[in-house]
């Protein structure tokens, strides 16, 4: 990537991550007041090339990510607009103790963009693997969270980051994402899932590198098994979509969530507590790393072991196609 003019347009030719220090060194030159920090892990979360542009305005804390987290509420609370820069698994469980009472409980305009997400660093063993930072980071007041699911989706959600006051846990993985998107305005907005694929008899929820194998799944449904799967990139997993929640649930009776996190608190929780909520019957299933320490390998086969891979989901959607729900499809004995 040396020496790449970046454009917009670039963005179909990056790395999720790489997106991510190019957006924010975009914003950098239009808004003097954003500032970058790092825990020694500028390079691996590519907020390097801010610090190479905006030398003055970059601050490298070492492997002090408390610290980082805590000097990052200050800074905010100084008008500044910080964007901290660390893996996923140091922002949502390393430092949640400064996450939580500096920056959440004081609802401050701190953004923080967490790599590495999910098992996307999957070689690197337990202590890499993060499939409890949704669950964590949902669980934050006045905190949103947000799974991209592509490059330009990642454009979108820092741009998007920037606009909105307050807290802000954006979730993106080591890089090299399946593309999903081939130009910015698709309708982005935090909190409004996106429709990929149109469907009447199943809808699978995706979020992250989740949402291109879904993608792909409904495309063989369609065209082998007459399956009309609906597929709803989940980006926000916080405030999630209910409205778009409850017409998947409403007109096609079948739901399956598919993330890259744990099946307990995450993406497949939020969709089921809306479920529980609406009071509308359907059949639900989640697919995720259940609950366990995952094991250790590439990406790619970890999705495939766990499931969360095109395969995966084409084995669950067909399963699930086979069960009944309820005795009819009257809606009159819903509670």
Same mark, same amino acid.
């Given at each position: 990537?040396?020496?790449?003019?970046?454009?917009?347009?670039?963005?179909?030719?990056?790395?999720?991550?790489?997106?991510?220090?190019?957006?924010?060194?975009?914003?950098?030159?239009?808004?003097?007041?954003?500032?970058?920090?790092?825990?020694?892990?500028?390079?691996? /979360?590519?907020?390097?090339?801010?610090?190479?542009?905006?030398?003055?305005?970059?601050?490298?804390?070492?492997?002090?990510?408390?610290?980082?987290?805590?000097?990052?509420?200050?800074?905010?609370?100084?008008?500044?607009?910080?964007?901290?820069? /660390?893996?996923?698994?140091?922002?949502?469980?390393?430092?949640?103790?400064?996450?939580?009472?500096?920056?959440?409980?004081?609802?401050?305009?701190?953004?923080?963009?967490?790599?590495?997400?999910?098992?996307?660093?999957?070689?690197?063993?337990?202590?890499?693997?993060?499939?409890?930072?949704?669950?964590?980071?949902?669980?934050?007041?006045?905190?949103?969270?947000?799974?991209?699911?592509?490059?330009?989706?990642?454009?979108?959600?820092?741009?998007? #980051?920037?606009?909105?006051? *307050?807290?802000?846990?954006?979730?993106?993985?080591?890089?090299?994402?399946?593309?999903?998107?081939?130009?910015?305005?698709?309708?982005?907005?935090?909190?409004?899932?996106?429709?990929? !694929?149109?469907?009447?008899?199943? /809808?699978?929820?995706?979020?992250?590198?989740?949402?291109?194998?879904?993608?792909? #799944?409904?495309?063989?449904?369609?065209?082998?098994? *007459?399956?009309?799967?609906? !597929?709803?990139?989940?980006? /926000?997993?916080?405030?999630?979509?209910?409205?778009?929640?409850?017409? #998947?649930?409403?007109?096609?009776?079948?739901? +399956?969530?598919?993330?890259?996190?744990? !099946?307990? *608190?995450?993406?497949?929780?939020?969709?089921?507590?809306?479920?529980?909520?609406?009071?509308?019957?359907?059949?639900?299933?989640?697919?995720?790393?259940?609950?366990?320490?995952?094991?250790?390998?590439?990406?790619?086969?970890?999705?495939?072991?766990?499931?969360?891979?095109?395969?995966? +989901?084409?084995?669950?959607?067909?399963?699930?196609?086979?069960?009944?729900?309820?005795?009819?499809?009257?809606?009159?004995?819903?509670?």
């Amino acid at each position: 990537m040396a020496g790449l003019t970046y454009t917009m347009l670039d963005t179909t030719n990056l790395s999720t991550a790489e997106i991510y220090g190019k957006v924010l060194c975009d914003l950098g030159e239009q808004h003097p007041e954003i500032i970058g920090l790092s825990a020694d892990l500028a390079k691996s /979360t590519k907020i390097g090339v801010f610090a190479k542009k905006f030398p003055n305005r970059f601050f490298n804390l070492g492997i002090a990510e408390q610290n980082m987290f805590g000097i990052a509420a200050g800074m905010a609370n100084a008008g500044l607009v910080p964007f901290v820069s /660390t893996f996923a698994i140091f922002t949502s469980m390393r430092a949640l103790d400064q996450v939580h009472t500096d920056i959440c409980y004081q609802n401050l305009n701190v953004k923080m963009i967490a790599t590495h997400a999910g098992l996307s660093f999957g070689q690197a063993g337990s202590t890499h693997h993060c499939t409890e930072d949704l669950s964590i980071m949902r669980a934050m007041a006045n905190c949103k969270v947000i799974a991209p699911a592509d490059g330009i989706e990642t454009a979108n959600a820092v741009q998007a #980051a920037y606009e909105t006051n *307050g807290p802000i846990y954006i979730r993106i993985n080591r890089g090299f994402d399946q593309k999903l998107y081939t130009k910015m305005d698709y309708g982005f907005e935090i909190g409004k899932a996106v429709q990929m !694929v149109d469907g009447t008899d199943l /809808t699978i929820i995706a979020c992250g590198s989740c949402v291109y194998q879904a993608v792909e #799944a409904a495309k063989i449904l369609d065209t082998v098994d *007459g399956i009309k799967a609906r !597929v709803l990139n989940m980006h /926000t997993i916080k405030p999630i979509d209910v409205e778009a929640i409850m017409k #998947a649930v409403h007109e096609t009776r079948r739901i +399956i969530t598919v993330e890259d996190h744990n !099946v307990l *608190g995450g993406l497949g929780s939020a969709v089921g507590e809306v479920i529980a909520e609406g009071g509308k019957a359907c059949a639900f299933k989640r697919l995720g790393i259940p609950d366990e320490f995952s094991i250790i390998g590439l990406h790619e086969d970890l999705m495939s072991y766990y499931k969360i891979d095109t395969n995966g +989901i084409l084995e669950n959607v067909r399963e699930l196609m086979g069960k009944d729900f309820e005795e009819d499809d009257d809606w009159e004995d819903e509670v």
